[in-house]
């Protein structure tokens, strides 16, 4: 689905935005004012109250803000109006700085964000005309970036296997004109891409490395997803409760590929490329086992204590490829550990990296666009952790703790290039959110487009 403003030239009604703090005086001027306090209209968070003149007709309606202490725990309060307005046109009345209106814009898109591939849903009926001062097109590149990303993680995996995510992948790059190579099958052993092949080896679905390019000039930025279609663990087979989210186990190359649609429809001046290994991590007879030792593409030797990190695996030989180039950054996506969830939650995403200039660049950005993220450290003392002795590398270090730690310090073994960054995402969102409806969502790809002019000195 595409999201989009309404034309600035539709007959729109007024959304006043009113801060509890501001809404006796706000009251106090209306015509209407004793309708309005008899409606109990309190300026909460999100309330909404229809605003009619003297003789019924609807002259617009107002949206409440919160207090203080509401507006600092709550993103995208003025998504909350998209779905609970009357449909037609609307634009905002208030007193808005430039992020905050675009915040709200931005908001009000995703909210109009629906997944009705199987299931006919409620269209959003209430539209907004872009306010003043925002960059309308941008923000909307950037909503239909993040809709792209949703679509795929909400796709189930019998829908999304590795070839499905390869026909996404390819009609993405088909719509910006760039060029796409796929290595598949047991040829992914000839291009000495060895554990690619290993995890996907077990499933009817032939595992494969995704390679986009785009853009003839500026610096390089190389991005790779942890494209997972479905993780049953293998051997070390998942419960069943474990596998009810395992369609969103690509999550990762969802995520890069909701960015890199952002990057090449806003036209940034990089030479863009994207990595995505599409496995299905399954269970038959040739199934990589526990104590496996794989030889991966830069060589390094890796022992199989758990089947169930397997997105390490695949993300190693695409990072070494990647590496290869030396490109001016590297970032990594992933769904990657349940102690990412554990450490910060659903909402917070968390990265890695030694430069600390991208870190500060990132940070910053993510407050600005509302796109949390949290930074976490390469901590050099858990590295023998990750080094079993009888091979170079563990996937899955015993004792439990620090676990998306020492995935992150598994991964960066494989990238020389100075500038690396990996994200650690959920890629889901538990409950109905403002702007973020339950299901799929992305994380970590605004912060990042935002911060990447300064990173890369675009």
Same mark, same amino acid.
């Given at each position: ?89 609307? &634009?905002? /009345? !208030?007193?808005?700085?430039?992020? =905050?209106?675009?915040?709200?814009? #931005?908001? +009000?898109?995703? %909210?109009?964000? *629906? ?81 690619? &092949?290993? /995890? !996907?080896?077990?499933?009817?679905? =032939?595992?494969?490395?995704?390679? #986009?390019? +785009?853009?003839? %000039?500026?610096? *390089? ?238």
């Amino acid at each position: 689905m595409s999201l989009s403003f309404a034309p600035a030239s539709a007959a729109s009604l007024p959304l006043h935005l009113v801060s509890k703090e501001g809404l006796e005086a706000w009251v106090a001027t209306l015509p209407t004012a004793d309708w309005v306090r008899a409606a109990g209209f309190g300026a909460g968070a999100g309330e909404v109250a229809l605003l009619p003149d003297a003789t019924g007709r609807l002259t617009g309606a107002v949206l409440g803000l919160g207090d203080a202490k509401a507006r600092a725990r709550s993103r995208f309060i003025v998504a909350r109006a998209a779905s609970t307005l009357p449909a037609g046109a609307w &634009h905002l /009345v !208030g007193d808005l700085d430039a992020e =905050a209106a675009a915040e709200a814009a #931005l908001g +009000w898109l995703l %909210a109009q964000y *629906r997944f009705d591939r199987y299931c006919a849903g409620k269209a959003a009926g209430a539209h907004l005309v872009a306010p003043t001062g925002i960059d309308a097109a941008r923000i909307e590149a950037i909503a239909n970036g993040e809709a792209l990303t949703r679509d795929l993680i909400n796709t189930p995996a019998s829908d999304m296997g590795p070839e499905e995510l390869e026909a996404a992948f390819r009609a993405l790059a088909g719509r910006f004109g760039a060029s796409v190579d796929t290595i598949c099958g047991e040829a992914l052993l000839a291009a000495n891409l060895p554990m690619i &092949h290993a /995890v !996907g080896r077990a499933s009817d679905r =032939a595992p494969r490395l995704l390679d #986009l390019r +785009w853009g003839h %000039a500026g610096p *390089r930025l190389t991005l790779v997803g942890k494209g997972v279609c479905f993780d049953t663990g293998g051997l070390d087979i998942k419960p069943s409760s474990g596998m009810l989210l395992m369609k969103k186990d690509m999550g990762g190359a969802a995520t890069v590929m909701g960015l890199a649609q952002m990057i090449m429809a806003l036209g940034l001046k990089v030479r863009l490329r994207v990595l995505v290994p599409a496995v299905e991590n399954a269970i038959a007879g040739n199934a990589m086992r526990p104590r496996d030792i794989l030889t991966s593409r830069k060589g390094l030797t890796v022992e199989i204590n758990n089947t169930d990190a397997e997105g390490r695996l695949v993300l190693a030989d695409a990072l070494a490829l990647a590496d290869e180039e030396a490109p001016d950054l590297i970032v990594s996506m992933a769904t990657l550990t349940g102690a990412a969830r554990v450490a910060v939650g659903p909402d917070l995403a968390p990265f890695y990296t030694d430069d600390e200039s991208a870190a500060a660049a990132l940070t910053s950005a993510a407050a600005q666009v509302r796109d949390p993220v949290w930074r976490m450290p390469f901590w050099e003392p858990y590295e023998a952790m990750i080094e079993p002795g009888i091979a170079d590398l563990d996937n899955a270090p015993s004792g439990g703790f620090a676990g998306s730690i020492t995935a992150a310090l598994f991964l960066r073994r494989f990238v020389a290039a100075p500038r690396y960054m990996h994200f650690d995402i959920y890629g889901h969102q538990p409950t109905d959110a403002p702007a973020r409806a339950k299901g799929g969502v992305g994380q970590g790809a605004r912060a990042l487009l935002q911060a990447l002019p300064q990173i890369l000195g675009l």
